[in-house]
């Protein structure tokens, strides 16, 4: 079985010095490539590094994380732009609107979030969607700038009923499924239940959201598995299916991801 982690952060520091250990007990359990969103500034240099000593099985996406947007946010979109022009990026990502823990930034998080939509576009690449707390706004954006054009993955999806419902109207999104979906007190295997594998990618977000039984500690990109196998158990198929039809589904959205098709 090949597998595709669509969000994984293996560059930060929270992984170092095992990187090298960590891929290569991926590569070995089966997951065939991991697509790394940007956060800001201070992660591109380290996401860049690693990429380039595997060029094969690492590809980067490039954006501004919501949460990193601050009242001066121009120069450091305008980096993350020119950014572009040098190198191939598999999406815009990670970027959305984030109002968990502070709304002080919202109208700059809106208007960052649209700009980088905007890219999007212009580059025919898909968005990867960091969203808290924010779903009202994040589908505002989306129908103001295209959503007949725009493609991409709501990453780390924990909505509601409703919220899958106004998803599912977007022709050229996906939803991102990780560890969430295997916590003992998580809905998001009963809402799932209103669509199909047709409809989802699997990511990680590591070293965030590890699955049961490892929740609480580091995600690494083998616990992915876990997160195939509960989505069998959803679904009464098997971890294979879940595997070849999530993948499916990654290649054809993230068409530059093109080595390993």
Not at 20 to 34: N, T, V, W
Request: charged share 25%.
């Amino acid at each position: 079985m090949k597998l595709i982690d669509t969000h994984n952060h293996i560059y930060l520091e929270e992984f170092d010095p095992e990187q090298d250990a960590l891929i290569r007990e991926a590569q070995e359990s089966g997951i065939e490539a991991l697509l790394l969103p940007n956060v800001d500034l201070e992660t591109i240099d380290r996401m860049h590094a690693i990429c380039d000593r595997y060029p094969d099985y690492l590809y980067p996406m490039m954006g501004l994380h919501p949460t990193s947007v601050m009242a001066d946010y121009a120069a450091d979109l305008k980096t993350v732009e020119s950014w572009f022009g040098k190198r191939s990026y598999c999406a815009v990502g990670e970027i959305g609107i984030d109002l968990y823990w502070d709304k002080t930034y919202r109208a700059q998080q809106i208007e960052v979030f649209e700009e980088q939509l905007r890219w999007s576009l212009d580059l025919d690449l898909p968005v990867a969607i960091h969203m808290r707390e924010a779903f009202a706004d994040v589908m505002n954006s989306i129908y103001k700038i295209g959503p007949d054009k725009l493609r991409g993955v709501f990453h780390s999806f924990t909505g509601t009923l409703a919220d899958l419902e106004e998803v599912k109207k977007l022709p050229g999104f996906k939803i991102g499924i990780n560890g969430v979906v295997t916590f003992k007190n998580s809905k998001l295997g009963d809402v799932l239940q209103a669509t199909d594998l047709s409809h989802i990618v699997l990511e990680t977000d590591a070293p965030y959201l590890a699955p049961v039984p490892f929740r609480g500690k580091r995600n690494e990109p083998v616990y992915i598995w876990k997160t195939a196998e509960k989505l069998a158990q959803i679904y009464q198929t098997t971890v294979e299916n879940v595997v070849t039809l999530t993948r499916t589904n990654a290649i054809a959205l993230f068409k530059n991801v093109n080595k390993i098709i």
